[in-house]
């Protein structure tokens, strides 16, 4: 398919989906935000497997438990890719229809499933020792996660909200 021209009329006539981010201290409420959003329109991605902050709240949610299904539902989400079957979630077309807002709880645990994720790959592993690389982890890491947020964002007509957790600790 060739490069297509968007006219600026073209362009200000898109539905544009906003991206937000937000962060704070672990308990100050970031998930208890989710309330505020229109519960038929968002799906609410649950990492941290704490999802008390919306208990009775008529959300639907979603749980992936692995870094492949985080991946592979930002392929599903934002449209073609041909690293992943469309049957393995179904048409997203038809599901993705009824959401406004994705909220993701929390880009802090998607951060961690990455990297546990990357130190089992063989890429982290030196080739003449077979010894984990920690540096080679890490920049897989860096690729991994920066490829999913690109992914996310780039679903331009509907919203996506991230959690960020910033706890402060004090080094002994």
Request: charged share 25%.
């Amino acid at each position: 398919m060739a490069l297509q021209i968007i006219t600026a009329d073209q362009r200000l006539a898109e539905k544009k989906g906003h991206k937000i981010v937000v962060c704070g201290a672990s308990g100050v409420g970031k998930t208890t935000l989710a309330r505020t959003l229109n519960a038929e329109t968002t799906l609410f991605m649950d990492l941290e497997a704490g999802d008390a902050a919306i208990e009775g709240y008529p959300i639907d949610v979603i749980r992936p438990r692995t870094w492949t299904e985080c991946r592979d539902l930002a392929c599903f989400l934002g449209g073609p890719n041909p690293s992943l079957s469309a049957q393995m979630f179904g048409d997203s077309e038809e599901i993705w229809r009824k959401f406004d807002t994705l909220f993701v709880d929390s880009i802090t645990v998607a951060g961690r499933l990455c990297f546990q994720w990357c130190l089992q790959q063989p890429e982290s592993r030196s080739e003449r020792s077979g010894k984990l690389d920690t540096r080679a982890a890490y920049g897989m890491h860096g690729r991994e996660m920066m490829s999913w947020l690109t992914h996310l964002q780039h679903i331009r007509t509907k919203n996506v909200i991230f959690v960020g957790i910033l706890d402060e600790m004090t080094d002994d």
